[in-house]
Every structure is written in structure tokens, then in C-alpha cells.
């Protein structure tokens, strides 16, 4: 079975900082992905990145960066240069090869102060 | 391009009544998903559907929970009858193809009372 661990429940950092946000998984499976999502307060669930596992390179997208650490099984999601209306639940989630259904941790709350 | 839609946003019915939620995924997608959301959890499967067909429904509570997906489009999910426990948020989610990105819908949020 697939478990994604998030440790960090509750994350808070200043304006324009970088932040962090931890995450590992467990999986048997060698063909994989990893995504990192992201749910305001209005509950919509939002793509922030996806890795695939056979890519060495890490993903980026604008001002979010991953370190993925296969080895490791660690998946790390960096925000630089964080804005207020980065505030919100973030979910680390696995999806195996064969396309099952996603494998959620329990989310980091993120807050951006002013 | 439109979102995933769902509805309704909000439902509060009393425990033991029947309840539905409906979703609408992306033009073209074939693949939907049911997730379910405790307060403070990430969503956890309840079923996936490959076109018209349930592919994975080991996690939905068969006793009272249903789905259908009639023409691989719009799907409902039923409760019946609603527990207390059920309240949660009822996410719908469609890929474009088995593997691919998932996009969520705004949920419906069920108050059992």
C-alpha cells in the first residue's frame, strides 16, 4: 500500500520569505507520480506541480520548485519569494503507474504573514 | 476551458435521509474520481471510473453508498440513508486518461444533523 507522510502541520513564514514544505512517501512501485496541491480556504483544489518519477530533473513552475529525492522517497516542495495568496492547505499526493487514484498526506497549513 | 463542476456546494439533511451529489468533468475527460474529505484530512478515494465502468470501487461503503456514470460523462454519487459520520466534503475529479493530472471540482459539503 501507498502511505505519503507530511510532518509539518502547520507551517507559518513572513512575506517574500522561502519556505519548505516536507514530504515523504512509501511505495513499491518504480513508475510513478508525485504531485504537490494546493486548497485555499474556498476548498477548490488547485495543481501547484507534478513530478514524474522516472525524471531526474526536478520540476518548477514560476516561484515553486520541488526536491525529489528518489532514493530517499522524500518530495519537497519550495515557494520562493511567497505571496499572502500563497496561504493555504497543501497536499503532497502519489498516484502509482497503473493510474490508481491519489494517495493524499494530511496536509501542511501554510500561513503567509503581512 | 471549463472546470470540473459539481453540485450542490452545500446540502444539510437529517441523518438517515437519502442524499446525491452530481459532477461534471472536463470535456473529454475520461477517467472520474470520488474522493472524500474529512475536516482536517487529505481526500481519500471512494471510487474511479474508466469511461462508463467503476475500476476501483474497493474503498466505497457498498451498504449505503452508490455511483453511477451513465454515457462516461455527468456522474452521481449516492448516499442512503446518511449517517452522522458521512459529513464531509464529496469531491469529484476527472483526468484526461489513466496516469494523468487530476482536476478537482469545488466539492459539496454534506452536513448530516
Known amino acids: 500500500a501507498q502511505t505519503v507522510t507530511q510532518s509539518q502541520p502547520e507551517m507559518s513564514v513572513q512575506e517574500a520569505e522561502t519556505v519548505t514544505l516536507s514530504c515523504t512517501y512509501d511505495?513499491?512501485?518504480?513508475?510513478?507520480?508525485l504531485f504537490w496541491y494546493k486548497q485555499p480556504p474556498s476548498r477548490q483544489m488547485i495543481l501547484v506541480i507534478r513530478?514524474?518519477?522516472?525524471?531526474?530533473q526536478n520540476a518548477t513552475e514560476n516561484r515553486f520548485s520541488v526536491n525529489f529525492q528518489k532514493a530517499a522517497k522524500s518530495f519537497s516542495l519550495k515557494i520562493s519569494d511567497s505571496q499572502l495568496g500563497d496561504t493555504a492547505m497543501y497536499f503532497c499526493?502519489?498516484?502509482?503507474?497503473?493510474?490508481?487514484?491519489?494517495?493524499f498526506g494530511k496536509g501542511t497549513h501554510l500561513i503567509i504573514q503581512p | 476551458e471549463a472546470g470540473v463542476v459539481q453540485s450542490p456546494r452545500y446540502k444539510i439533511i437529517e441523518k438517515k435521509q437519502p442524499v446525491a451529489f452530481w459532477c461534471n468533468p472536463i470535456?473529454?475527460?475520461?477517467?472520474l474520481y470520488w474522493y472524500l474529505q474529512n475536516l482536517g484530512q487529505g481526500p481519500e478515494l471512494l471510487i474511479r471510473y474508466e469511461n462508463e465502468e467503476a475500476v476501483d470501487d474497493s474503498q466505497l461503503p457498498k451498504d449505503r453508498f452508490s455511483a453511477e456514470r451513465l454515457k462516461g460523462v455527468d456522474s452521481t454519487l449516492k448516499i442512503q440513508p446518511a449517517e452522522l459520520g458521512d459529513s464531509a466534503v464529496y469531491l469529484c475529479?476527472?483526468?484526461?486518461?489513466?496516469?494523468?493530472?487530476?482536476?478537482f471540482g469545488p466539492g459539496t459539503r454534506l452536513l448530516v444533523l
Open positions: 475529479a476527472s483526468s484526461p486518461d489513466r496516469g494523468e493530472t487530476q482536476y
Open positions: 499526493a502519489h498516484s502509482g503507474g497503473g493510474a490508481d487514484g491519489l494517495t
Open positions: 470535456s473529454g475527460h475520461n477517467t
Open positions: 511505495t513499491s512501485e518504480n513508475n510513478y507520480y
Open positions: 513530478q514524474e518519477a522516472y525524471k531526474q
